[in-house]
Nanobody, 117 residues
């Protein structure tokens, strides 16, 4: 099992930046894949970015060049640096962890990000 606790959400103006953090209950290096999803009101949950224990990353086309996922193994933390934020980035952001390729995903409780004037 993996427990995940997100933080760092909030209200930011368009063009601004936020950094989301997700602290895991076990070492990030031991987890096959971690990532971030988001869900906007009235929309389906969508993938934002993932990173494997080997450092391979994937991004949704809508965030490429603006968002960066990274990990800090010493802090058991996954980060999502979000720059050049747009109103359409407004959503609840969820951290996920997949301990092995045979496991299901574990989810955090979510953190709200609102991009507005």
């Amino acid at each position: 099992q993996v427990q995940l606790v997100e933080s760092g959400g909030g209200l930011v103006q368009p063009g601004g930046s936020l950094r989301l953090s997700c602290v895991a209950s076990r070492t990030i290096f031991s987890i096959y894949r971690t990532g971030w999803y988001r869900q906007a009101p009235g929309k389906q949950r969508e993938l934002v970015a993932t990173i494997t224990s080997g450092g391979l990353t994937t991004y949704a086309d809508s965030v490429k060049g603006r968002f960066t996922i990274s990990t800090d193994n010493a802090e058991n933390t996954v980060y999502l640096q979000m720059n050049s934020l747009k109103p359409e980035d407004t959503a609840v952001y969820y951290c996920t962890a997949t301990p092995t390729i045979w496991d299901h995903d574990y989810w955090g409780q979510g953190t709200q990000v609102t991009v507005s004037e």
